[in-house]
């Protein structure tokens, strides 16, 4: 049931912060009602929206390639659902800054609209208690896939709302229409342990209605049997990694985490070589697990690794590029952090 459209605020400025997300483990899942285990991470983005005395949109990012509008999209997506819900959203300037890597598996963009959602919270006055940060996340969503044309499951959102630290997010799909969404503590770091994120600097687009990973929904709907495979076993991943990480079990993890990556790469065909490098140059130098993260074809791996060993792995990684004449990739040392928030909200 749609929200009641918040009370007038005097604010006329608001800035809101909404982070990226690793998947721990769970790839392909959302959108076949399966389970995943997402968890936000302190790269973000931030949107700050202004009134206007128009109903006009005017939208500016310091990340986007020059030439580059198809971002705004995701913004107009937001705002038309916003008001769908009934919210009283007026015309906005929208200035866009992030840290999370544009196309890189960390989804930038559910990080972008729930970034403009909870700026408009705050402009408005919305409170943002559970019930309306799920509504949030299904709004983002179906501006995603309405408005930008990218068939999303609704995992990136809900993890971009609801993130907790120090926590994941076993997130159930079972009931499409209202996911259960359960916290996981995840007390790597606390274990002498990291989560390594590596950036292989090929992008993807999901937006792409020919692409694969709109073929790779057809796929499943149609019944086919490798596809299935992957996912009928990744559930069953899924559960064996909660079960790990609360028995602290953590080589067991690992082991799920590559077991991942490779039904990924040969019955979901998502993977890219660089993934597969990445992925095999971190457990040669004696990472407890790793692979590929997001919907494929590009972007980020995560790496269960000793944080003392974090230096070796990520010289094995980078030798392996170099070995092949690749530009060097990203690295990024990750924590499971909090959800959206409303930074400031001004006159």
Not at 114 to 125: D, E, F, I, P
Not at 134 to 152: F, L, N, Q, S
Request: charged letters at 25%; one cysteine or more; proline letters at 5%.
């Amino acid at each position: 049931m749609p929200s009641p459209s918040p009370s007038p605020s005097p604010s006329t400025v608001a800035v809101g912060r909404a982070p990226g997300r690793v998947n721990l483990i769970g790839e392909h899942t959302d959108y076949n009602g399966g389970l995943c285990l997402p968890f936000a991470v302190d790269l973000a983005t931030t949107a700050t929206v202004r009134r206007r005395d128009d109903d006009r949109l005017v939208m500016r990012s310091r990340e986007a390639p020059a030439g580059d509008e198809q971002w705004t999209a995701y913004v107009v997506g937001v705002v038309a659902e916003l008001r769908r819900l009934g919210w009283d959203v007026p015309g906005l300037d929208v200035d866009v800054t992030s840290t999370v890597p544009l196309g890189g598996g960390l989804s930038s963009s559910a990080a972008l609209e729930c970034a403009v959602a909870t700026a408009v919270a705050g402009l408005l006055g919305q409170a943002l208690d559970g019930a309306t940060r799920r509504e949030v996340a299904e709004a983002c969503r179906r501006a995603e896939t309405e408005h930008v044309g990218a068939p999303t499951g609704g995992m990136d959102q809900l993890a971009a709302m609801l993130g907790a630290d120090g926590h994941a997010l076993l997130v159930d799909f079972a009931d499409r229409d209202r996911p259960q969404v359960t916290p996981v503590p995840l007390p790597v770091s606390r274990d002498g342990l990291a989560l390594l994120v590596t950036d292989t600097g090929v992008r993807h687009v999901l937006a792409d209605g020919d692409g694969g990973y709109a073929q790779r929904r057809r796929e499943c709907a149609a019944g086919h049997p490798r596809r299935l495979r992957h996912v009928t076993r990744e559930n069953e991943r899924v559960r064996a990694a909660v079960e790990a990480i609360d028995a602290r079990a953590w080589p067991r993890l690992g082991d799920l985490m590559t077991a991942s990556h490779g039904s990924l790469r040969d019955d979901y065909e998502v993977s890219v070589d660089r993934l597969d490098v990445v992925v095999d140059a971190a457990i040669g130098a004696g990472a407890l697990g790793s692979r590929m993260t997001g919907g494929g074809f590009g972007g980020c791996t995560i790496t269960l690794v000793a944080e003392k060993r974090l230096g070796v792995v990520r010289d094995a990684v980078d030798a392996a590029y170099r070995a092949r004449d690749w530009a060097a990739p990203g690295h990024h040392v990750v924590q499971p952090g909090r959800g959206a928030e409303v930074l400031s909200a001004v006159e």
